[in-house]
């Protein structure tokens, strides 16, 4: 079975600074990884994703993350974060079936 | 890519009633999901709209609560059914593009549904 850990529920961070956010998975089988972004009172947007080949991956608004395997990591990262980062990041996972499995979510707060 | 409506945008209803909620693709796509997120937490997927047959419901999830249909490759609707306070939540409808790449999805802007 497939599973999504994100460790961080919060993470409040001020406008600039770089921010990073967690994500480890469990899976027995190869696997594809999205980072998908929620703003307020809206749906997903898909910010990234990782299929194979180059293990750092470019999305939009500036994010990128990077697969680790040996780590089962993906984390994501922003160089400096601005106020309209301000939302809920999801982590997740697919493998052999077409289901996307969800961590629980981290909210970014970015403070001026 | 692909764009997703719903309708409608919010509700709210009264327990023992049921709501039916549509989803609306611009292009044909191969598969569509619906998910719930309760207030506060993750989604968990509900069902896989299969078009022209029934649903494939995940563990907790059953047909006589939550009634799908997906009459072609653009559309299909979710019934929340004799709700209850519990059911309160936002419900989100998601497809796969036609450039198929498991599990990259494309979600609607999703239902808000609060039960009295």
């Known amino acids: 079975a497939q599973s999504v850990t994100q460790l961080d529920s919060q993470v409040p961070v001020f406008e600039e600074a770089p921010v990073e956010l967690r994500c480890n998975y469990s899976s027995s089988v190869s696997v594809y990884l999205f980072w998908y972004v929620q703003y307020p009172n809206q749906g997903l947007q898909l910010l990234l994703k990782y299929l194979s080949g180059s293990t750092l991956v470019k999305g939009i608004n500036g994010f990128e993350a990077e697969f680790n395997k040996s780590q089962t990591s993906f984390h994501l990262r922003k160089p400096s974060v601005h106020i309209s980062d301000t939302a809920e990041y999801f982590c997740?996972?697919?493998?052999?079936?077409?289901?996307?499995?969800f961590g629980t979510g981290t909210r970014l707060q970015v403070f001026p | 890519s692909a764009v997703i409506s719903q309708k409608p945008s919010r509700d709210i209803c009264q327990r023992g009633t049921s709501l039916t909620i549509q989803c609306q693709v611009d292009s044909q796509v191969t598969m569509m999901f619906w998910y719930r997120q309760q207030p506060g937490q993750s989604l968990t997927l509900i069902a896989t709209a299969n078009q022209g047959s029934e649903a494939t419901y995940e563990s907790g999830f059953v047909i006589d609560k939550f009634p799908i249909s997906r009459p072609n490759l653009t559309f299909s609707t979710l019934t929340v059914s004799n709700m209850s306070p519990e059911d309160s939540s936002i419900y989100l409808c998601?497809?796969?593009?036609?450039?198929?790449?498991?599990?990259?999805?494309?979600f609607g802007p999703g239902t808000r549904l609060t039960v009295t």
């Open positions: 997740a996972v697919s493998g052999v079936s077409d289901k996307l499995i």
């Open positions: 998601s497809a796969q593009a036609g450039d198929y790449v498991r599990g990259e999805q494309y």
